[in-house]
């Protein structure tokens, strides 16, 4: 059973055309994470919600937003995406003491 | 600031053999570690986590411990078996007050038939 879901698996955008990626979780965790992996790098986290509450790291670019409308879904969206921001985009869900669960991942390419 | 390390990058074994995989982090106040695989192109597979109370978990052939004082986990691997093949990545959660993971940069394992 899919616990953490990524939709799409595989997404094109031009250059500076704005994209949306999409989380879903049937564990009812209260954490939610998106990371952004760049080939043979380390996973490195853009922002994390703690139920509703928002956290940003210092260094994600302002061309990246989320949301989290519910507890189920989060969205990550960049707003005009350049060449730069061709990665694996990886969402992940966690809860109090306990393990994060990844989904599989959406792949962006740019072009 | 956590910085997470893990040695060596890349890892080749021939099949059956038993092998040690290194992660160091330079703050010991951690909630918890989490052991990933990442296999080419796809997303991560929780293998262990050890909360920072815990010396070890063990699941089947695989046995993580946790070294805080020193900064120090690693991945046992027991028996190794081509289908291991993948990247191991390691997780530090800091102290309480934050869900934040930081990453190591992995270490890429090749078991050889």
């Known amino acids: 059973d899919a616990m953490v879901i990524q939709n799409p698996r595989y997404q094109v955008t031009q250059f500076g055309k704005p994209v949306t990626l999409s989380c879903s979780q049937t564990?009812?965790?209260?954490?939610m994470y998106w990371y952004q992996q760049k080939s043979s790098q380390a996973p490195k986290l853009l922002f994390h919600?703690?139920?509703?509450?928002?956290?940003n790291e210092a260094d994600t670019p302002d061309n990246f937003q989320s949301r989290r409308p519910n507890t189920s879904f989060c969205f990550l969206d960049i707003r005009s995406p350049g060449l730069g921001d061709a990665a694996m985009y990886l969402c992940?869900?966690?809860?109090?003491?306990?393990?994060?669960?990844f989904g599989p991942g959406t792949r962006l390419t740019v072009t | 600031k956590q910085e997470v390390t893990q040695i060596p990058a890349a890892l080749s074994v021939p099949e059956g053999e038993n092998l040690v995989l290194n992660c160091s982090f330079t703050?010991?106040?951690?909630?918890?570690l989490q052991w990933f695989r990442q296999d080419p192109g796809k997303g991560l597979t929780s293998l262990l986590l050890?909360?920072?109370?815990?010396r070890e978990q063990t699941s089947g052939r695989l046995n993580a411990s946790l070294d805080k004082s020193s900064g120090r986990s690693t991945l046992y691997i027991a028996a190794s078996q081509p289908g291991d093949s993948a990247t191991y990545l390691c997780?530090?959660?800091?102290?309480?007050?934050?869900?934040?993971?930081?990453f190591g940069t992995g270490t890429r394992l090749k078991v050889l038939a």
């Open positions: 919600y703690y139920d509703k509450d928002f956290n």
């Open positions: 050890i909360q920072s109370s815990q």
């Open positions: 703050d010991s106040a951690i909630y918890n």
């Open positions: 564990l009812n965790h209260n954490v």
């Open positions: 992940a869900t966690s809860t109090t003491g306990y393990e994060q669960y």
């Open positions: 997780a530090v959660r800091s102290g309480s007050g934050t869900y934040k993971y930081i």
